[in-house]
Nanobody, 121 residues
Framework: QVQLVESGGGLVQPGGSLRLSCAAS????????MGWYRQAPGKQRELVATCISNDNTNYADSVKGRFSISRDNAKNTVYLQMNSLKPEDTAVYYCYGNVRRTRWSSADNYWGQGTQVTVSS
């Protein structure tokens, strides 16, 4: 089994910052992409950022210039640094990892349980 555990969510004022972490554990041979999605109440889940490597990242237009994704391969961990937060960033944030469990298996997506981020004064 593979588990992804997020941490770092919470309540922050507009303009503030938060750093989310997501650590993968279990039977892992390799991890391709890792990243973050979010889902606000009444809205569909949307992609926030992906990280294939620290030199190969992708962001939603709504967070470019404010959010930064990175990963520590030695720790199987992905981070999301969120700066200049806005009320519209309020959502449950989910991390994912595209994981190969063995040398011979295909890669599958695994998800964390979600962490709430609330931006409000």
């Amino acid at each position: 089994q593979v588990q992804l555990v997020e941490s770092g969510g919470g309540l922050v004022q507009p303009g503030g910052s938060l750093r989310l972490s997501c650590a993968a554990s279990g039977t892992i041979f390799s991890i391709n992409a890792m990243g973050w999605y979010r889902q606000a109440p009444g809205k569909q889940r949307e992609l926030v950022a992906t990280c294939i490597s620290n030199d190969n990242t992708n962001y939603a237009d709504s967070v470019k210039g404010r959010f930064s994704i990175s990963r520590d391969n030695a720790k199987n961990t992905v981070y999301l640094q969120m700066n200049s937060l806005k009320p519209e960033d309020t959502a449950v944030y989910y991390c994912y990892g595209n994981v190969r469990r063995t040398r011979w298996s295909s890669a599958d997506n695994y998800w964390g349980q979600g962490t709430q981020v609330t931006v409000s004064s």
